[in-house]
């Protein structure tokens, strides 16, 4: 028999999150490991009346097929700056696309030499501004999930039954009427979304921050769960040379299979001009000296949702934590207003506290995980 909260996920993925049409073109990615979710997925595809397309093995772009490993040991530099056609095919082409993360080994790139990395990172800067092109304006819809597998569990430091509980109640998966949930989660957010509009300033201060940021002109983002899966933020790009201050990070940060650990920042006029971890720092500068855009944020947000209520070493769930706030180096999303251009794109994740406060203009506007405006 399958199991339910596997069957709510995937229309949640094809009927909410994606819209999924008749006639649309839709590619389906995903490993061996996820086959549940995908083969409930493809069924829901084909009964909107869409036309499924299935990338097994694969995870998500670049289209490795599972070989990353090999790939990163053996391609030489003009391989590592080949942009796989099936990859530029979807996402100039294609109608949407359902990601179902499933790894067997989330640390198979960490052994990998960092340059090559940020070679490939660069490789793929143009595919991935027609990504977030494409996307912003919903020509593309996507949708990013992921199937409980045994190595997701262990990072998490949970068995595969309890996190695989953790995983659909986070989605709300485990309840029969998710979509319209999800619904309310976005009503709430936009409340918050539109009494930010036109709003200038932002003073961040905490245990582990002190920031100042400009967002004038900028656009905070509903994110609702028509993405990533599990949702709950809202989100902007900060003016890029408005950054002042320093931040140090509650969590690891999980990159390419690299976990960075003790990381803080310090910037100037939006660039960070210091930073230091404690665990893997040359890999650190090494993707921060991607690009002339990896060194400013692309994006700065208010995690919202309070089913995720521990760390895991997923970005997918952790970035959403309710009672933290994170922000990316490198590129931005244009939606938001962020003319940030970069090859990564790479979330850094830090705790509020009880204490920690989001001033806006001259409100306090959040407080210690709550939002304190009427």
């Given amino acids: ?23 649309e073109y839709v590619a389906i990615y995903g490993s061996p490991l996820a086959e549940p979710l995908l083969r409930s997925v493809f069924s829901r595809v084909l009964k909107a009346g869409a036309y499924p397309y299935t990338f097994l093995g694969y995870d998500v772009f670049p289209a490795y097929a599972g070989f990353d490993d090999v790939f990163f040991e053996e391609a030489n530099e003009d391989q590592l700056r080949h942009v796989y056609r099936t990859d530029e095919l979807v996402l100039k082409e294609f109608d949407a696309a359902i990601f179902v993360r499933s790894q067997r080994n989330t640390r198979n790139l960490s052994g990998v030499d960092p340059d090559k990395q940020r070679i490939r990172a660069q490789a793929y800067s143009e595919v991935n501004h027609v990504y977030f092109q494409r996307g912003a304006s919903r020509e593309f819809k996507w949708a990013l999930t992921l199937f409980p597998t045994e190595a997701y569990a262990q990072d998490a430091d949970m068995s595969l039954d309890e996190y695989a509980d953790f995983v659909y109640g986070t989605c709300y998966a485990d309840q029969e009427n998710a979509a319209e949930i999800w619904r309310g989660i976005h009503d709430e957010q936009e409340a918050l979304v539109e009494w930010l509009a036109g709003k200038k300033s932002v003073r961040v201060k905490g245990p582990n921050v002190d920031l100042t940021l400009s967002i004038e002109g900028r656009t905070f983002d509903n994110a609702d769960g028509k993405n990533n899966m599990p949702d709950g933020e809202i989100y902007t790009g900060p003016v890029e040379d408005s950054v002042n201050g320093w931040v140090r990070f509650s969590f690891p940060a999980v990159h390419r299979g690299n976990e960075v650990d003790g990381v803080e920042f310090e910037f100037k006029d939006g660039r960070i001009e210091k930073a230091t971890a404690s665990k893997n720092q040359d890999f650190l500068i090494r993707m921060l000296d991607t690009d002339d855009g990896s060194r400013f944020l692309g994006e700065w947000a208010i995690g919202t949702n309070h089913r995720i209520d521990r760390f895991t070493k997923q970005i997918l769930f952790d970035e959403k934590i309710g009672g933290t706030i994170h922000m990316a180096v490198g590129r931005g999303y244009p939606e938001t207003g962020s003319v940030n251009e970069s090859g990564i794109h790479w979330d850094f994740i830090c705790d509020m506290g009880d204490d920690g406060e989001i001033w806006v203009d001259d409100d306090l506007f959040y407080r210690g995980g709550e939002f304190l405006i009427s």
Wanted: with cysteine; proline share 9%.
């Fill in 1 to 23: 028999m399958s199991e339910p909260r596997v069957d709510r996920l995937a229309e949640i993925l094809v009927s909410y999150s994606c819209e999924i049409q008749p006639k």
